[in-house]
C-alpha cells in the first residue's frame, strides 16, 4: 500500500482547457459533503478549469438517464457549505464499473473526484483499474497500488484519467486519518439527544434515557459524544461485548443505578449488542449486511406486552422492551424514554471545526488531481 500526500504538484499534467472534471458524493450523508465538493470546484477554478459538474446521486448518476449532470461553478457552489447534506445527493447500490466508465467516456470526463466511504472507495479503485494508463492518479489518502505495476495493472482502456478519492465516514474509523469530516459535527449534535435523554430521565420517577447512535462497526461517536457530555451511564460500543442479563449484566448495573442515583443514561451505537437480535441475510442496495431487524422478537415482546399494558408499542424499539420488560418482572418501576437521533446527527451542517478541515480536504483534492505520472 503506498500513502500519496495530497495538494498541488510543481508540475501538472493536463491542460486546464482539456479538463472536464466530475464529482460525485455516493454511500450515507456526511456533514461537510458540501463543504468538500465547494472547495473543489473553487480549487478547480483557480487552476483554469471551465467543464466541472457534478454526478446526481452517486454512482447511479451515471447511468440513470433521467439523471442529467449538474454544472458547477464557483457561483452555483459559493453557499452550498451553509446546509447540511450533498447539494449532489447520494446513493447506495447502481451501475456495474464498466458501465460507470462507459459514461465517463461518452461525456468525455477526465478527472474524477469521489467522495465517499469503503464501498465508493472500492469503486474508485474498480474504475482507476477500468480507465488508467501510466498517468495513474488516484487518491487522497487512501489506497494507492505501487507505481511499478501500474502499467501492468492499470491499463484496461488506456484512457487520461485522473481519479481522486476524498474519505468520508461519519463513523471516523479510518486508522490512516486521525478525524474523518463529519465526525466532530456529529458528536457535537448527539449531545443534544443525550441531552434530552437527561433531562427526561432526570425528570422522571426511576427515568431511564436510551440513546441510539450511528456506528455499525465502530464506537466512535457512541464514546466521544458520551464523554464530552458527562451525562452517559453506560456506553455500549460494538467493539466490547457485554451481557444484557446477569449479575455482570446491563440490567442489573441499571437497577444499581436506579437504586442509588434514581435514574439514568444509556448510549448504543447500532452495531452493539447484534448478537442478541436474530441474524436476517437481507443486504442493502451496496451489498452492505442489513443488521439483525428486532422485527421478530420485537413482535412477540409487544404483543405479550400489548395485552398487558394499553400503551402504544409500535415504535418502541427493542433495547426499550428489553429494559422495561426486565424491570416490570423484577418489581421496579422504570420510565424508559428512547431517542433515536441516526439521521439527525449527519443531516446537518458542518461544524467549524469540520468547515475548516473540509476546507483543507477540498482544497488538496483539487490540487492533487493535477499532479504528474507516479
Ligand atoms: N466492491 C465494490 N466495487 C465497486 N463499487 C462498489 C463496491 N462496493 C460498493 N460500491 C459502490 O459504492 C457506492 C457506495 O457504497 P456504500 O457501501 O453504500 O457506501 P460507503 O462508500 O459509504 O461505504 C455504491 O454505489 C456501491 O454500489
Ligand atoms: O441508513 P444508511 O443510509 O444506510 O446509513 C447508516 C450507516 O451509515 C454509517 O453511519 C456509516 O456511514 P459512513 O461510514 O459511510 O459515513 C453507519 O454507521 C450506519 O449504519
Known amino acids: 500500500m503506498r500513502v500519496h500526500r495530497a495538494g498541488p504538484r510543481e508540475e501538472i499534467y493536463f491542460r486546464p482547457?482539456?479538463?472536464k472534471a466530475a464529482i460525485v458524493t455516493c454511500g450515507g450523508l456526511c456533514p461537510g459533503l458540501n463543504d468538500v465538493i465547494r472547495h473543489i470546484v473553487i480549487t478547480l477554478e483557480i487552476y483554469?478549469?471551465?467543464?466541472?459538474?457534478?454526478?446526481?446521486?452517486?454512482?447511479?448518476?451515471?447511468?440513470?438517464?433521467?439523471l442529467k449532470e449538474m454544472p458547477l461553478s464557483r457561483k452555483v457552489v459559493?453557499?452550498?457549505?451553509?446546509?447540511?447534506?450533498?447539494?449532489?445527493?447520494?446513493?447506495?447500490?447502481g451501475p456495474s464499473v464498466s458501465d460507470i466508465v462507459d459514461r465517463m467516456e461518452e461525456r468525455g470526463v477526465n478527472m474524477l473526484f469521489v467522495l465517499g466511504g469503503n464501498g465508493t472507495h472500492a469503486g474508485a479503485n474498480a474504475i482507476h483499474n477500468e480507465v488508467s494508463i501510466k498517468l495513474t492518479l488516484f487518491s487522497l489518502i487512501v489506497l494507492s497500488p505501487p507505481s511499478s505495476s501500474l502499467s501492468d495493472r492499470c491499463c484496461k482502456r488506456r484512457l487520461r484519467v485522473a481519479v481522486v478519492g476524498v474519505p468520508k465516514t461519519i463513523d471516523n474509523d479510518i486508522l490512516l486519518m486521525d478525524k474523518t469530516f463529519g465526525f466532530d459535527t456529529a458528536v457535537e449534535e448527539a449531545q443534544r439527544a443525550i441531552n434530552s435523554a437527561y433531562i427526561e430521565a432526570h425528570s422522571a420517577y426511576h427515568g431511564i434515557g436510551v440513546v441510539k447512535l450511528m456506528g455499525r462497526s465502530s464506537g466512535f461517536i457512541a464514546m466521544h459524544a458520551s464523554l464530552a457530555s458527562g451525562q452517559v451511564d453506560i456506553c455500549l460500543i460494538p467493539e466490547v461485548p457485554f451481557n444484557l442479563h446477569g449479575p455482570h449484566g446491563v440490567l442489573r448495573h441499571l437497577k444499581y443505578l436506579l437504586e442509588t442515583k434514581?435514574?439514568?443514561?444509556?448510549?448504543?451505537?447500532?452495531?452493539?449488542?447484534?448478537?442478541?437480535?436474530?441474524?436476517?441475510?437481507a443486504k442493502d442496495a451496496s451489498g452492505n449486511i442489513v443488521f439483525g431487524d428486532i422485527g421478530v422478537h420485537l413482535q412477540q415482546e409487544?404483543?405479550?406486552?400489548?395485552?398487558?399494558?394499553?400503551?402504544?408499542?409500535?415504535?418502541?424499539r427493542w433495547e426499550l422492551v428489553q429494559t422495561k420488560k426486565y424491570?416490570?418482572?423484577?418489581?421496579?418501576?422504570?420510565?424508559?424514554?428512547?431517542?433515536?437521533?441516526?439521521?439527525?446527527?449527519?443531516?446537518?451542517?458542518?461544524?467549524a471545526s469540520d468547515g475548516i478541515l473540509c476546507t483543507v480536504l477540498g482544497q488538496n483534492a483539487g490540487a492533487f488531481g493535477w499532479r504528474d505520472r507516479i
Open 327 to 351: 424491570f416490570r418482572e423484577i418489581g421496579i418501576p422504570a420510565d424508559v424514554k428512547y431517542i433515536d437521533p441516526t439521521y439527525m446527527i449527519r443531516a446537518v451542517r458542518a461544524n
Open 78 to 93: 459559493q453557499n452550498i457549505h451553509l446546509s447540511g447534506g450533498s447539494l449532489l445527493g447520494v446513493s447506495r447500490g
Open 302 to 316: 409487544v404483543t405479550r406486552l400489548l395485552a398487558e399494558r394499553k400503551i402504544n408499542w409500535i415504535n418502541v
Open 17 to 19: 482547457e482539456e479538463v
Open 262 to 281: 434514581g435514574s439514568a443514561v444509556v448510549c448504543v451505537a447500532e452495531g452493539a449488542g447484534q448478537e442478541f437480535l436474530p441474524k436476517t441475510n
Open 48 to 66: 483554469g478549469v471551465k467543464k466541472i459538474v457534478g454526478i446526481p446521486f452517486g454512482y447511479r448518476g451515471f447511468s440513470d438517464k433521467e
